[in-house]
């Protein structure tokens, strides 16, 4: 649905060039909700504002439906957009106009016939849960429902994709998680493909289907969030799990312990504790746990046990060995003595 190739995208600044995103290749299917993370300045925005051109890249192409948007020019290109709403952090309603006129505006400027407007305003205000803000001004709403507004505003002329910068990031964890329910809502009923960029792993693991890491404007990592959550490779994936999902055991735990330490990772419906307890029976070490839980990524299992293992080396290496053919997936986290 859409096609990203070898796309680039520098700035000319008073002080020389500026590398916004550099040769990113990337494909989004149809339906699915995918995430793109990294820090301040990896070149989210850039990259999202090439995709309905809202930045026109230095090279490279963008497909959407098909069509390569770079090849086109005033109306065609003005046509192509109304297919792609965008969501903003700050909100960008028009202050002097109320709920109803702002997203009456964005069909209007499509070509919506006048007597069509109210009929259709009226069904996007619903959708997001705002029937009863129709005449309020902007200042007159929570963040919460002034992103609601955007979304409607973005809904207005029936896109088949939504971009999203950053589009939680001014809000708390709860209207947060309210947001992301109603563009995951969306996105079901509607099969909408959304694009979303963020810096928190925690919007990436409530909503997406996979995701993007960048960095330095290039792309570092993607895959299902499900097999990135279980298994990053890059430190900075590792980094920004670890903000969601701790597997930390306190220094002074840790230099208690004269064992090998392991993190045992179980994914989908591998019961872990069975296994574990398998092992210990089978091989002639003990084991102390330290930390265990299951996350739920996409409503996905993903059971993940930090544990000692005591015992002679062979015997603990047979026993990793073991947990290894269950299909675990073990990274030892000290050399033990
Ligand atoms: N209009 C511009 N002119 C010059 N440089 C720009 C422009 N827009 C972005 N950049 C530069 O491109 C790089 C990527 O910026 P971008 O805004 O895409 O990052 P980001 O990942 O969205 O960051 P943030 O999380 O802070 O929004 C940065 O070095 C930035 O300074
Ligand atoms: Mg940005």
Partial sequence: MIQIEQLSKTYQTKHGTVKGVDDVSLEVKTGEIFGIVGYSGAGKSSLIRCINLLERPTSGTVKVGGQDLTKLKGDELRKARLK??????????????????????????????SKN???????????????????????????????????????????????????????????????????????????????????????????????????????????????????????????????????????????????????VLFKGEVAGEGIISDMLQSYPVKGNFLHGAIEYIQELPLGIFVMELKGGQTEVSQAITYLEQRDAIVEVMNDGN
């Fill in 84 to 113: 792609i709403g965008m969501i903003f952090q700050h909100f960008y309603l028009i202050s002097q106009k109320t709920v109803a006129e702002n997203i009456s505006f964005a069909l209007r400027a499509a070509g919506t016939p």
């Fill in 117 to 263: 407007i109210g009929t259709r305003v009226d069904e996007l205000l619903d959708m997001v849960g705002l029937s009863d803000k129709r005449d309020v001004y902007p200042a007159q709403l929570s963040g919460g429902q002034k992103q609601r507004v955007g979304i409607a505003r973005a809904l207005a002329n029936e896109p088949a994709v939504l971009l999203c910068d950053e589009a939680t990031s001014a809000l708390d964890p709860n209207t947060t998680l309210s947001i992301l329910r109603l563009l995951k809502d969306i996105n079901r009923k509607l099969n909408i493909t959304i694009v979303l960029i963020t810096h928190e792993m925690n919007v990436v693991k409530e909503i997406c289907d996979r995701m993007a890491v960048m960095q330095g404007g290039r792309v570092i990592e993607e895959g299902r969030v499900y097999d990135i959550f279980a298994d990053p490779k890059t430190a900075l994936t590792k980094e920004f799990i670890s903000s969601v999902v701790s597997f930390n055991v306190p220094e002074e735990i840790l230099a208690r312990c004269d064992g090998t330490i392991v993190k």
